[in-house]
């Protein structure tokens, strides 16, 4: 059997992780596939800078055609990132004939319905378990041994910068603005993080997971994105009493209408919650299928060797197809038939039923309660509980906190920006959703 | 496409879950395989007793090699359990030409290298992600995605039996025997429970796994296997006032002499590491990579429905081989090319190096102390601390509890032999092995 021939595009971090892992286990990963895995070509802007791992100078080039054009390489790995030029790479990629490994979630997110389309012509595979969980094989397991499922839900935690930076400041009771400048000075968040603190990144990962678990195309524009820049230490102090842990989830759900919800925000889980003690730079991801029930997967969300583990996870697998002489059996790339791939709607925001926790800035004076409980009663929204802390003299404002029961999301809306028209409210109210029976 | 018609061996509990699933499903599972999956045949000596889903009559036989004699049957489901006849069944549909789907971990246990090894010699797969961890797709993702790691370690929590009744004797402070007899009546136990609590069954999957992990034939007799019968309420609670848990666990470790520790037994683990909150019936089986680290998967161990969605997972996948028109990619049942497949040693049970809590119920006299603490010393055995608890006026037996450091485990059980033989010790001393850092 001769060896298969890769390329690689973007000698990154990741990419380096990659051509580490491929020397230091080609072992392993001969013994498992029975054929060599050779990195033919690897190509960036940049050939010059020591990635810390030995390559043969005569595998680098600046020029990405030399891999799209050579015949003996048969896999493209793009860790560029990003949206362009990664989608022109990908779809030249594919137009040649190369299957294609990936990590960039951005870029599937938004164009994974053109590449997949591209790669089912051409009967070439895309497979992409980097993108989403890091090492974690959530993506294969999807497509793979819980098929046979219809999934209810999926959510989770999939950005290690939010995890750790609310983690620690559930903790230590530390402020955002502290923990993120730490964060950077530590290397745990980039130096923009806008894409992770704002939930974007997960956003982009939860478009690929619910595009897998439901077999749709989802509009990523279309999902309703929260991060956790507004999140301070009183709303996770008043969690905490309550009983909850507020984390950054994503969250993919079929209602019985046939609707997604599909929503990415700060979300107080109850502390009970196997999810709430997954802490700092780790994911975890559950999924709930009519028949399996419910299943979590756990381990490191990124990083150099975690993200190497699931791109040559996908090598291998791509290579055993091609040393079995076929056209992949999973070259649909959402596990579903390309024909069959729905446009399922989207439950407008307004319409989320959920329980929240709802927070005033208020002056002590009489007539404020009744005035929050009329805005809500009106609205059928109920209460659960209610904390109202310290009392200070003269005009200061006090904190009220409201756990509701159940409510329709826009009817919450309305009430607080009523609520918010009364002169003893002091500052804008905020609201922090439950989800407290998340299967 | 024509239809895959598979053929169904056993028609119990989980059978007819297989044939539910396949009915209730048959829309999903057809968008993500492109064609249909038929139960043509249902074999069992009762073909009359009603299992609570709707099949054809004609399908079912009492005669099993209309199964194996259908040309048309390209799918065997072996659910009959135990060693016989399922071997011979299983070593028939093989030699019949047919891809085999299989949830018995005691057969694999015992006999998966001649299963193994006729299956590669006929070119057709043997999948069994159902003999481990119920639904959870643990052993998919071992041969899958994760392919690219060398493992150092996989352990967890198998049994739902035992977990279920350690989980409500450290929730209750109940007796062992108490929660059993309980458990029996709510049908978490089977009426004769020993393969479950004795520990043999977790060892059954214990083997399977360390197999795919490791890439070796694990001689299954040799594998150390303890159940939790003689765990009492007074271990539990010394046990949590240490800050620890007690789950049944298996291990398996590669170490860096090349020796496999592979071991079922009792074990302690600190009350913040993540098995430690895996209760009930759950199960939780977790994995060291070299390169993806750690990852944990957690699930539904046992049930008709998630075992089913495994059987239909691997059904499922050997579908798409054969409509892909390939002797499967994945034909090496080990998801290691079958030549090569090691022997590996095992370490020997006294070799193992680990912390320990020992108990030893003592008379409250003088010497007692100098006289554990002598044997321990002399072995190189050192105390990390201690607590004795209560002190009874008279010739009563009065618990001490002992944390050592690491310690070999051979050393530890000369050290009680030779305590045990004092006067002053009233009953059998008592070890229970502690894992601080599972990676």
């Known amino acids: 059997m001769t060896d298969i021939k890769a390329g690689l595009i973007g000698f990154g971090n990741i990419g ?14 001969r013994k498992k596939t029975g054929t060599g895995i050779v990195l033919k070509r690897i190509a960036d802007l940049d050939i010059t800078s020591d990635r810390g791992v030995a390559v043969d100078p005569a595998c680098l080039t600046t020029d990405v055609n030399q891999i799209f054009n050579d015949p003996e390489i048969s896999i493209v790995i793009e860790l560029i990132g990003g949206y362009e030029p990664a989608k022109t790479f990908v779809l030249k990629a594919i137009a040649s004939g190369k299957h294609v490994v990936t990590a960039n979630k951005a870029l ?5 319905d053109e590449i997949y389309t591209a790669a089912a012509a051409k009967g070439v595979e895309v497979q992409y378990e980097a993108a989403v969980g890091g090492g974690i094989p959530v993506l294969s397991a999807i497509k793979g041994n819980l098929a046979g499922n219809r999934f209810g839900s999926v959510f989770g935690i999939m ?11 559930t903790q230590e009771g530390a402020d955002f603005a502290d923990v993120l400048q730490n964060a950077k000075e530590l290397g745990y968040a980039e130096p923009d993080p806008t894409f992770d603190i704002e939930g974007t990144d997960t956003a982009h990962k939860l478009a690929v997971l619910a595009s897998l678990c439901f077999g749709t195309r989802i509009d990523f524009g279309a999902i309703y994105t929260e991060g956790i820049t507004a999140i301070s230490g009183i709303d996770i102090r008043f969690a905490e009493q309550f009983g909850y842990r507020i984390k950054l989830l994503a969250i993919g759900k079929q209602t019985d209408d046939g609707q997604l919800e599909v929503r990415v925000h700060p979300t107080m889980i109850p502390q009970d919650n196997p999810l709430a003690d997954v802490n700092g730079v780790f994911n975890a991801i559950r999924l709930a299928g009519d028949f399996v029930g419910p299943v979590m997967f ?11 583990s699931a791109i040559v996870g996908d090598i291998i697998e791509i290579s055993r197809s091609i040393t079995a002489g076929v056209r992949s059996r999973r070259a649909a790339p959402l596990g579903f038939q390309d024909e069959t791939i729905a446009t399922l709607p989207l439950k407008p925001m307004e319409e989320i039923v959920t329980k929240f926790m709802l927070r005033f800035a208020a002056l002590d004076q009489p007539g404020v309660l009744a005035g929050i409980a009329g805005a809500l009663g009106l609205r059928g ?20 906190v409201i756990m509701t029961h159940e409510a329709r999301e826009g009817s919450i809306r309305e009430a607080l920006a009523e609520i918010d028209r009364h002169d003893f409210i002091c500052e804008k109210s905020r609201f922090i959703r439950i989800e407290d029976n998340l299967q």
């Open 298 to 308: 756990y381990g490191r969300g990124a990083g150099q060797n975690p993200t190497a």
């Open 381 to 400: 929204i109920s209460i659960e509980s209610m904390v109202q802390t310290t009392r200070h003299n003269g005009g200061q404002a006090v904190p009220i």
């Open 16 to 29: 380096a992780g990659v051509v580490r892992m491929l020397q230091d286990n080609a072992g392993v990963i």
């Open 108 to 112: 599937l997110a938004l164009h994974g």
């Open 159 to 169: 950005n290690g910068t939010c995890n750790y930076i609310l983690t620690r400041m």
